[in-house]
């Protein structure tokens, strides 16, 4: 015995997916059970309660979350102060680094004597230069020399032969 509305099926749309499914049987609760109905207040007074600790729970969700996000933010906020003060340090000490070098080397050095060094500095640069060009000329010639090997090989073959008699000659013989 199959009750009314089970082989019924109903079309359900799912935001845009639609699909079918076999009707469900509702029964009726107001006339299977003898309860009587609950008090409205009550139900109004429980759906408060859950509704303030739904609530709570989110309020606290979130309060940890912030906590959290407060927490990484004032820790970086903490670390750029540091980095920042740091910078200014050693930028202070590099400063007076570098005066006490410039001061030294002013004091060390007469005028001429700091011309002679630039100048003996240029001169080893130019005899580098002079060094690297000729190493690259040197490259240069025996780059030529290979290529010139390279075609001597190529003219050097029958095929070029005045005589087309030898040529054939050289071919069968190969």
Do not use: H
């Amino acid at each position: 015995m199959s009750l009314p509305g089970e082989d019924e099926w109903e079309l359900i749309n799912d935001d845009g997916f639609v699909y079918n499914c076999k009707k469900r049987v509702r029964l009726d609760i107001t006339a299977t059970t003898s309860a009587p109905p609950p008090d409205p207040l009550v139900e109004d007074k429980n759906r408060k309660i859950r509704k303030k600790k739904a609530l709570w729970n989110l309020k606290q969700k979130y309060q940890a979350e912030l906590s959290r996000w407060e927490l990484l933010s004032n820790t970086l906020r903490d670390l750029n102060f540091q980095a920042q003060n740091a910078e200014k340090v050693f930028d202070k000490i590099d400063l007076e680094k570098r005066g006490a070098e410039l001061a030294a080397e002013v004091s060390g050095f007469s005028r001429c004597g700091l011309v002679d060094e630039l100048l003996a500095q240029a001169e080893a640069e130019e005899a580098m230069i002079n060094n690297i060009a000729n190493l690259c000329d040197a490259a240069e010639a025996l780059c030529d020399a290979q290529e010139e090997r390279s075609k001597q090989v190529i003219l050097d073959l029958p095929v070029w032969s005045s005589s087309p008699r030898e040529l054939m000659n050289s071919l069968c013989d190969d």
